[in-house]
């Protein structure tokens, strides 16, 4: 009695997307990130289980799935975890084109600005899962996550905080920054509101005065 094999995945619709993912994303990380693969082309990798579900790289199909279409056909690459998996990229002829350089460093930086930890995600993976996540996070750490502390690695730019949104930056990265400063001052006005409550100040002028003096 023969089986037969199971159908080999061979267009980016044949995988699955994360059922449960840790990272949220960002909207200004997954505009950086289609911005890349458009202007540099395709780096780094999307990484399934055997039964097509990724499990890392969601951002990268997501963007692909939009970008080239759910028929586009990616280099499927096959391993059992156990030797390194190297991407030549054949039309950058040495580390020092430009091109090299500026992939090398979006490669982090998006990486840096696209995550964003998902909670009710991370909270069910540790405790209802059990799975141990010592290894990359302190109890600290996620301590301040799930009590909201804010997430210092947004890099804000409070010197826009008040300006107008041009309607030509709509598509484009740089709203997103915006809209991250302008949650950051919303939070900074709650703040200032608190303090002025708690010591029974009515005006903005007698608040700030007290404030620099503190």
Not at 61 to 75: Q, S
Request: net charge negative; charged share 30%.
């Amino acid at each position: 009695m023969t089986t037969s094999n199971p159908k080999k995945p061979k267009k980016l619709s044949d995988f699955q997307a994360q059922k449960k993912n840790t990272n949220a994303h960002t909207p200004r990380g997954m505009g950086m990130l289609d911005h890349a693969i458009v202007d540099l082309g395709w780096i780094g990798a999307v990484t399934t289980a055997a039964d097509g579900e990724i499990f890392a790289g969601s951002a990268r199909h997501e963007v692909a799935c939009d970008r080239f279409g759910d028929e586009a056909e990616p280099i499927v690459v096959e391993s059992d975890g156990t030797r390194p998996v190297v991407v030549v990229r054949t039309d950058i002829p040495s580390a020092s084109d430009p091109r090299a350089i500026k992939l090398g460093v979006a490669d982090n930086r998006i990486a840096r600005v696209n995550y964003m930890e998902d909670l009710e995600v991370l909270g069910e993976i540790i405790n209802v899962q059990n799975v141990d996540l010592s290894d990359f996070y302190f109890d600290a750490e996620l301590g301040d996550l799930f009590a909201g502390a804010p997430n210092e690695d947004l890099e804000l730019d409070y010197s826009r905080q008040n300006r107008e949104i041009d309607p030509s930056e709509l598509d484009s990265p740089g709203i997103f920054k915006f809209v991250f400063e302008y949650k950051k001052y919303l939070q900074l006005v709650a703040r200032f509101d608190e303090y002025k409550s708690e010591h029974g100040i009515t005006e903005d002028n007698e608040a700030f005065a007290k404030l620099l003096n503190a």
